[in-house]
């Protein structure tokens, strides 16, 4: 087994991982409220500014992205930043993105910071459950030094057992003004038996903070007498003008992922 893995044994099934799931929600919902009311504060001192949340992981982490851009529910200033972006705004081959290991290049950072258009008001949210690749912790430190603010959302026990692969030395938790533990244990995985690790945990939590913070926002807003920018679901039938109207505040700065 993996150093610092739960060697703790647990039993694998559909049902045990349901159960710890939803410990994992309840712990995590209650541990993180503070940190969720200081993202949310943030994301609304941008917005009122005419800012855009600026959201970006890779791996399984663009799920964190994907949860806060473009999403039914979720706010319309909002704009997922992908190592993609290399090919689909930059130009460069589709080969690219097979490059070994590729995130782990702090290079990275600064082009998909520039194809993003990013303006000064913008706010960064960033997910990485280790916080630990080169081009996150890079794209970090841009951040930071572009005077944007910084949500983090990555695992405490995890990226606090690891050295980062960055020539800082830093991880992301180090550098953010905010940081949402995600719960996860060293490694992700919430079960195990014997060498065996099951049930990566990381995803889960990641969007409930996500939509915390959303729903915090909006409750903020709401208070001052404020009408929130929401997405409805392009699915309903008046979605599409509902979301085209709001769109067009932002126009050129905001990219629904596909």
């Known amino acids: 087994m993996t150093p610092g893995t739960n060697t703790n044994s647990t039993p694998v099934s559909a049902a045990a991982y349901a159960e710890a799931a939803a410990a994992a929600v309840h712990r995590v919902s209650t541990e993180q409220a503070d940190g969720v009311a200081k993202a949310a504060a943030l994301l609304v001192d941008a917005l009122r500014a005419g800012g855009v949340v600026q959201a970006f992981g890779t791996g399984h982490s663009q799920a964190l992205a994907m949860e806060i851009a473009g999403r039914?529910?979720?706010?319309?200033?909002?704009?997922?930043?992908?190592?993609r972006d290399l090919v689909?705004?930059?130009?460069?081959?589709?080969?690219?993105?097979?490059?070994?290991?590729?995130?782990?290049?702090?290079?990275?950072?600064?082009?998909?910071?520039?194809?993003?258009?990013?303006?000064?008001?913008?706010?960064?949210?960033?997910?990485?459950?280790?916080?630990g690749n080169g081009s996150v912790v890079e794209l970090a430190r841009l951040v930071k030094e572009r005077g944007?603010?910084?949500?983090?959302?990555?695992?405490?026990?995890?990226?606090?057992?690891?050295?980062?692969?960055?020539?800082?030395?830093?991880?992301?938790?180090?550098?953010?003004?905010?940081?949402?533990?995600?719960?996860?244990?060293?490694?992700?995985?919430?079960?195990?038996?014997?060498?065996?690790?099951?049930?990566?945990i990381s995803s889960i939590t990641a969007a409930l903070l996500a939509q915390m913070v959303v729903a915090e926002v909006v409750r903020t807003m709401l208070a001052a007498g404020e009408t929130p920018p929401v997405y409805l679901s392009a699915n309903i039938p008046e979605g599409d003008a509902?979301?085209?109207?709001?769109?067009?505040?932002?126009?050129?700065?905001?990219?629904?992922?596909?």
């Open 148 to 200: 944007h603010g910084l949500v983090a959302i990555t695992s405490m026990a995890h990226s606090s057992q690891v050295t980062s692969r960055h020539p800082s030395g830093l991880r992301l938790f180090e550098i953010a003004d905010v940081v949402l533990d995600n719960g996860a244990p060293y490694g992700d995985a919430v079960l195990t038996t014997g060498e065996i690790a099951v049930g990566g």
């Open 72 to 83: 039914a529910g979720g706010l319309v200033p909002t704009n997922m930043i992908a190592l």
């Open 88 to 131: 689909i705004l930059g130009g460069d081959a589709p080969d690219v993105l097979f490059t070994e290991h590729l995130e782990r290049d702090p290079a990275v950072a600064h082009r998909i910071y520039e194809l993003a258009g990013v303006h000064p008001a913008d706010v960064f949210v960033m997910a990485s459950n280790s916080g």
């Open 242 to 258: 509902h979301n085209s109207a709001l769109e067009a505040r932002y126009a050129g700065r905001i990219r629904r992922p596909a």
